[in-house]
């Protein structure tokens, strides 16, 4: 983290037989325009037929060696702040089971599509301690990555956690994928709970995120400054939503 | 009255909808819902509990589970 993408490669994976090669040409179109506002240029890339439709980015960028953002460098008494709220994973079985408002559903393309480009420039301006971006593993378990390579507890406030609107309902309603049950299982040794957390709200910290924000640890005299200028940079759901506690293995803690 | 679901091989949220679509067809009685994944599982409860059914028995069945749910 805290580089600049300079090339980027296509790698697709199309059920040539099954989709119109229209749906193909959209993808790579997308994928094009993003590139484009990521500043970087498309290189060429690989194509396979598969029986799966999938579709990535293979990047590469530069940064100053003194200045990666790597997800190890978390301290005692650094503020932690989210870029993006929480429940693609949701959302998006929500959208399959076509049980999804017209309205989350374009909130959560839109997040997706978001690129956290924006976010990391405004953050470059502070004195970053870690930096994680939120994916598969969800805020659960990419903050334990982050405590474990740290060796840190992180403190997570639950209530300050930003979740898009509908995704606890549908969470309720048993539309959680099966890749954030098992985030929330594999997390389980390592996160403790102080109180008693609604199950549906750990699911939401364990959602698999698809394009997910960026999770910062920042020293707290900077902290509030810096989450203003997220908020004046239109990144506006972000939030602080917990702090590093102590030294330790590696844990995450749910309040 | 009752019914079964079963949606055994389906991925989610294939077996929530079922279920969904069955509770919608039955207003009480008992209804038994077969999946074979965890995920399917936690769901189907989930779905059942928050439409008011009442989680009788999960009973294992091998790789399988058996999920019974009555409303009166």
């Not at chain 1, 293979?58 to 790597?70: I, N």
């Not at chain 2, 999946?35 to 059914?53: F, L, M, Q």
């Not at chain 2, 069945?61 to 019974?68: D, L, P």
Request: glycine share 10%; proline share 4%.
């Amino acid at each position: 983290m805290g580089g600049r993408p300079i090339t980027a490669m296509n790698i697709v994976c199309f059920p040539i037989g099954k989709l119109d090669k229209s749906i193909l040409k959209e993808i790579l179109r997308g994928g094009l325009e993003k590139i484009y506002e990521a500043g970087a240029a498309l290189a060429g890339g690989h194509s396979v037929d598969d029986l799966e439709l999938k579709y990535g980015l293979s990047v590469t960028g530069l940064v100053h060696p003194d200045r990666v953002w790597a997800n190890a460098g978390a301290k005692p008494g650094d503020v932690l702040i989210l870029t993006k709220p929480l429940g693609t994973g949701i959302l998006a079985t929500a959208i399959k089971a076509g049980l999804a408002s017209a309205a989350a559903e374009a909130a959560a393309i839109e997040l997706m599509a978001t690129l956290n480009k924006q976010a990391a420039e405004v953050l470059l301006l502070y004195p970053v301690h870690g930096c994680t971006d939120i994916t598969g593993f969800g805020l659960l378990g990419h903050a334990l990555e982050m405590a474990q390579a740290s060796r840190v507890t992180l403190t997570i406030e639950t209530a300050e956690v930003p979740i898009m609107a509908e995704v606890l309902d549908h969470a309720g309603m048993g539309l959680v994928p099966a890749g954030s049950y098992a985030n929330r299982n594999f997390c389980a040794s390592s996160v403790r709970e102080t109180g008693t957390i609604d199950p549906l709200l750990l699911d939401v910290m364990a959602d698999a995120q698809t394009s997910g924000g960026l999770l910062v640890s920042l020293p707290p005299e900077v902290a509030a400054r810096a989450l203003e200028n997220l908020h004046a940079a239109g990144i506006e759901q972000s939030a602080i939503i917990g702090r590093v506690s102590e030294r330790s293995r590696g844990i995450v803690e749910l309040r | 009255m009752s019914a079964t679901v079963d949606a055994r091989g389906l991925s989610c949220p294939q077996p929530v909808l079922m279920t969904l679509d069955t509770l919608k067809t039955v207003d009480h009685g008992e209804i038994v819902i077969l999946v074979d994944t965890d995920t399917s599982k936690e769901n189907v409860i989930r779905a059942a509990s928050s439409k008011g059914w009442q989680v009788r028995s999960v009973q294992p069945e091998g790789i399988e589970y058996r999920i019974t749910v009555a409303k009166v």
